[in-house]
Nanobody, 126 residues
Framework: QVQLVESGGGLVQTGDSLRLSCVAS????????MGWFRQAPGKEREFVAA????????QYADSVQGRFTIFRNNAENTVYLQMNSLQPDDTAVYYC???????????????????WGQGTLVTVTS
């Protein structure tokens, strides 16, 4: 079973950037397709971005396309989410998740994936 720990969240202003990190342990990161999800106060968890185990293949939610970039370093067992041009609507707890099946990572509704982190809070003020 893979364990995931996110970091990098914080309080920023509209237009700022943040980079989230998710470090895997217990299993090699390259065994998994990885995703970032978020949950805003009072809302359901939603898909943000996903990257294939090889790094060759990504998918983004329409709301973050062109602003967020997901990438990974399998040698460091870390997946990242670079977030640019942040908006107040991006305020949420961000979770990383792992699954060996690509279809499950990008499925709607969100599936019970093989591994979830504890989340890191991103707050964007206007």
């Amino acid at each position: 079973q893979v364990q995931l720990v996110e970091s990098g969240g914080g309080l920023v202003q509209t237009g700022d950037s943040l980079r989230l990190s998710c470090v895997a342990s217990g299993r090699a990161l390259m065994d998994y397709n990885m995703g970032w999800f978020r949950q805003a106060p009072g809302k359901e968890r939603e898909f943000v971005a996903a990257i294939a185990w090889s790094g060759h293949g990504t998918q983004y939610a329409d709301s973050v396309q062109g602003r967020f970039t997901i990438f990974r370093n399998n040698a460091e067992n870390t997946v990242y989410l670079q977030m640019n041009s942040l908006q107040p609507d991006d305020t949420a707890v961000y979770y990383c998740a792992a699954d060996s099946n690509w279809g499950r990572i990008v499925a709607n509704p969100i599936r019970n994936l093989e591994g979830w982190g504890q989340g890191t809070l991103v707050t964007v003020t206007s």
